[in-house]
């Protein structure tokens, strides 16, 4: 069965202090690996996807890489507006269907 | 324009009684989605379809039935309503099979008293 964890649950940082999120996954022949962002009381918002270990993709303050057993998110000095949660999604080669993660709700205090 | 619209934003009903959640994209993919989310941010996937054919249907109760009257629309109705059935519902689509990216609606509260 596909699974993805992701680690941890919760996040409290104070502005400009960098961190990491975790996304383990064990997903069969895996398809693409998608990091979303949500907000409450909205939809996911897309981010990234990774294809292949060694890959690694960008945005502002925020760096998607990947092995063959997990993902990492890394912020760089996150601002208050950051805080949100991170979802992580991986895409079996089999069903072809993303399988989410729990999240983690990013706090950054100012 | 909303890319992934979802009606109605709120739903507070009542147990045993009869819903339905609308989707509609307007981004001419294929293939859609309906995922519940509970109330610790867990995505489950529950139906997708691609043009207009089920391909998947998760380990969902019989109470709940997916319809796509054409590629743009897929409709979510759920019959006789439980209380542990409260939860978000996302709609998504993708353009591709695999999906290179989703794109979610803003989600259905869906409260049941």
């Known amino acids: 069965e596909d699974q993805v964890t992701q680690s941890p649950e919760a996040l409290r940082l104070q502005e400009g202090e960098s961190s990491s999120l975790n996304c383990s996954y064990t997903v069969s022949g895996l398809r693409g690996l998608f990091w979303y962002r949500q907000d409450p009381g909205k939809g996911p918002e897309f981010l990234f996807t990774?294809?292949?270990a060694g890959e690694e993709k960008e945005k502002e303050r925020l760096k998607a890489t990947l092995t063959k057993k997990e993902s990492f998110l890394h912020i760089t000095a996150p601002k208050p507006e950051d805080s949100a949660t991170y979802l992580c999604a991986g895409v079996s080669g089999g069903s072809y269907i993303p399988t989410f993660g729990r999240g983690t709700s990013l706090i950054v205090h100012p | 324009d909303t890319a992934v619209s979802q009606t109605p934003k709120y739903l507070v009903t009542q147990m045993g009684n009869d819903k339905s959640i609308k989707c509609e994209q307007n981004?001419?993919?294929?293939?859609m989605y309906w995922y519940k989310q509970d109330s610790k941010k867990f995505l489950k996937i529950m139906f997708s379809?691609?043009?207009?054919?089920?391909?998947i249907n998760e380990t969902v109760p019989n109470r709940f039935s997916p319809k796509s009257p054409d590629k743009a629309h897929l409709n979510l109705h759920i019959n006789s309503l439980e209380l542990g059935d409260s939860a978000v519902y996302f709609c998504a689509s993708s353009q591709d099979l695999p999906p290179k990216r989703l794109f979610f609606g803003s989600g259905t509260q869906l409260s049941v008293l």
């Open positions: 379809y691609n043009n207009k054919e089920l391909i």
């Open positions: 990774l294809y292949s």
């Open positions: 981004l001419g993919h294929d293939t």
